[in-house]
């Protein structure tokens, strides 16, 4: 299979999206993530008519500053180890209509956006200038060549519905990539079933969460060498989560990121080649996408209708993703490690 490749910086700001479920409408045309007009087929501005799943704010570029001659610039070039996508044919189907390749387009625009938006000072004085995303898919067997591993500057896992203790040869098979890039000190990080498989393939433990169920926007308190680690004041932040296994044991030499007081290990980093993630950056950024699977869990029984009426209340709290993202993007550029 070839590698797909999507560049998350915005080039042009103005995009073209089309939305299925609304068929006299000809197109959106969006500047930021800020609607400026909506027309019918027949050129009547409708914007009026034209509901908003979530809150949309405009992003404000950054006032201009001027940048010194010798400030360090940096491209990552990441692969994106989707492995949740096909999960969500079969569970939230709708899901693909505004994200048509899953968790791939997620990751994209959460990249694209938090690159945007970040400066120099937010970045250990680096300029991103582009985050690329190349699509390997490890359930169909699909991962990068040596020859690409060479010119990638780490690997993202993404969310699934699997077990990291299933027995299905994918999740074997991925165990197995994962002891190997641990051996050669390739970088991996990623969100929710990534600390899961990282710990299972190379020491840890991995069960169904021991309290139980954990969903919505929580607040992870940092450990002490967590905030060592990404340095600054930051004691605590704020995140979705959806998860029902963890982590009940870290692998040798890992260092816990942090807890919420329900599930114990919500991420954790290990040397300065591993940092995994509990929390959902890209369901932060857009919450219909997390309301979306906690209505089916409800439907279908797979998850207690109290919890999910208690979690979509605080749904569209605010979090602090783009921080959390920021950590990620310092850790690419190689400036975290315990």
Same mark, same amino acid.
């Given at each position: 299979?070839?590698?797909?490749?999507?560049?998350?910086?915005?080039?042009?700001?103005?995009?073209?999206?089309?939305?299925?479920?609304?068929?006299?409408?000809?197109?959106?045309?969006?500047?930021?993530?800020?609607?400026?007009?909506?027309?019918?087929?027949?050129? !009547? =501005?409708?914007? #009026?008519?034209?509901?908003?799943?979530?809150?949309?704010?405009?992003?404000?570029?950054?006032?201009?500053?001027? #940048?010194?001659? =010798?400030?360090?610039? /940096?491209?990552?070039?990441?692969?994106?180890?989707?492995?949740?996508?096909? *999960?969500?044919?079969?569970?939230?189907?709708?899901?693909?209509?505004?994200?048509?390749? +899953?968790? %791939?387009?997620? $990751?994209?625009?959460?990249?694209?956006?938090?690159?945007?938006?970040? !400066?120099?000072?937010?970045?250990?004085?680096?300029?991103?200038?582009?985050?690329?995303?190349?699509?390997?898919?490890?359930? /169909? +067997?699909?991962?990068?060549?040596?020859?690409?591993?060479?010119?990638?500057?780490?690997?993202?896992?993404s969310g699934s519905a699997a077990g990291a203790y299933d027995q299905?040869?994918?999740?074997?098979?991925?165990?197995?990539?994962?002891?190997?890039? $641990?051996?050669?000190?390739? /970088?991996?990080?990623?969100?929710?079933?990534?600390?899961?498989?990282?710990?299972?393939?190379?020491?840890?433990?991995?069960?169904? =969460?021991?309290?139980?169920?954990?969903?919505?926007?929580?607040?992870?308190?940092?450990?002490?060498?967590?905030?060592? %680690?990404?340095?600054?004041?930051?004691?605590?932040?704020?995140?979705?989560? $959806? $998860?029902?296994?963890?982590?009940?044991?870290?692998?040798?030499?890992?260092?816990?990121?942090?807890? #919420?007081?329900?599930?114990? %290990?919500?991420?954790?980093?290990?040397?300065?080649?591993?940092?995994?993630? #509990?929390?959902?950056?890209?369901?932060?950024?857009?919450?219909?996408?997390?309301?979306?699977?906690?209505?089916?869990?409800?439907? *279908?029984?797979?998850?207690?209708? !109290?919890?999910?009426? %208690?979690?979509?209340? =605080?749904?569209?709290?605010?979090?602090?993703?783009?921080?959390?993202?920021?950590?990620?993007?310092?850790?690419?550029?190689?400036?975290?490690?315990?």
């Amino acid at each position: 299979m070839g590698t797909v490749l999507l560049s998350s910086k915005i080039i042009a700001r103005r995009r073209w999206r089309f939305r299925k479920d609304f068929s006299d409408l000809t197109a959106i045309l969006l500047y930021g993530r800020g609607i400026l007009e909506i027309t019918n087929r027949y050129g !009547q =501005n409708v914007s #009026s008519r034209m509901p908003r799943p979530y809150p949309i704010t405009p992003l404000l570029p950054h006032p201009a500053t001027p #940048s010194p001659l =010798n400030m360090p610039s /940096k491209t990552l070039r990441l692969a994106s180890f989707d492995v949740g996508t096909d *999960d969500l044919r079969w569970w939230a189907p709708e899901l693909l209509e505004r994200y048509p390749d +899953g968790f %791939y387009t997620m $990751h994209c625009q959460l990249f694209d956006e938090v690159c945007e938006q970040s !400066q120099p000072e937010d970045l250990g004085g680096v300029e991103l200038t582009q985050v690329e995303l190349i699509k390997y898919e490890p359930r /169909k +067997g699909h991962y990068p060549t040596d020859a690409e591993l060479a010119e990638l500057d780490g690997i993202v896992i993404s969310g699934s519905a699997a077990g990291a203790y299933d027995q299905d040869d994918w999740v074997l098979q991925l165990q197995e990539v994962i002891r190997d890039y $641990h051996d050669r000190q390739i /970088k991996l990080s990623g969100f929710s079933f990534a600390p899961q498989i990282v710990a299972q393939a190379i020491g840890g433990k991995v069960e169904k =969460n021991p309290p139980g169920t954990e969903l919505s926007v929580v607040t992870i308190n940092l450990t002490e060498a967590a905030q060592q %680690y990404f340095g600054g004041d930051r004691t605590s932040y704020a995140i979705q989560v $959806h $998860h029902n296994d963890g982590v009940t044991q870290l692998p040798p030499g890992a260092v816990s990121l942090g807890t #919420s007081g329900v599930t114990e %290990y919500l991420g954790w980093m290990l040397g300065g080649h591993i940092l995994v993630f #509990s929390g959902h950056p890209e369901y932060s950024r857009d919450p219909w996408i997390l309301e979306r699977m906690m209505i089916v869990e409800r439907r *279908d029984r797979l998850v207690p209708a !109290q919890l999910i009426d %208690y979690g979509l209340q =605080n749904l569209w709290n605010p979090t602090d993703y783009v921080w959390q993202t920021q950590q990620q993007f310092r850790f690419f550029l190689g400036q975290l490690s315990v």
